[in-house]
């Protein structure tokens, strides 16, 4: 019926079965952004937010999320990432802050939906500590900027408007 891995030839959903595969070494980095007010901006990177350390407790959040991932995500496997790791670039001309996230494993199966989860949640995060002060903030951009192993090969995404890329 389709070509999608998670659709049975009777239309089912299914988790797919990666038992034949053979373990690799798979890296996986995504990017989001979230803009903000001026004000609330300047709080968050002058650590002036009432609730604490916005983008530490954001970091954390998002690690936290790449590790439970396959509880979000139904037909994700559960997974036993050896690294994750969330990033944050301050952009003060646009009062954003870009948020990257690396995962990496070793295992049967890819690891994208990970790091997009925890910049995700990291974004979230950021939101929920600072809705206070900015109910107007956007989180936007969420997407895979690379990945590496197993049987689909690598991607990097092009940079767009002279982003450098993760790797």
């Known amino acids: 019926m389709s070509t999608f891995t998670h659709i049975d030839a009777e239309g089912r959903v299914r988790m797919v079965d990666v038992s034949d595969k053979k373990p690799t070494l798979r890296t996986?980095?995504?990017r989001g952004r979230i803009s903000m007010s001026a004000d609330t901006f300047e709080a968050i990177v002058n650590q002036r937010v009432r609730k604490g350390n916005v983008l530490e407790t954001a970091r954390i959040a998002g690690i936290m999320a790449a590790k439970r991932t396959a509880e979000l995500i139904p037909m994700c496997h559960p997974l036993?990432?050896?690294?994750?790791?969330?990033d944050?670039?301050?952009e003060p001309s646009t009062s954003s802050i870009r948020i990257e996230a690396t995962a990496k494993i070793i295992d049967l199966t890819g690891i994208e939906m990970e790091a997009l989860t925890a910049v995700s949640v990291a974004a979230l995060t950021i939101y929920d500590m600072c809705k206070a002060y900015d109910k107007s903030m956007t989180i936007t951009d969420i997407c895979l900027l690379s990945k590496t192993g197993g049987k689909s090969g690598d991607f990097l995404r092009r940079p767009e408007n002279g982003e450098g890329g993760a790797i």
Not at 80 to 86: D, E, F, I
């Open 28 to 30: 996986s980095t995504a």
């Open 80 to 86: 036993n990432l050896t690294h994750a790791q969330v």
């Open 88 to 90: 944050f670039f301050p």
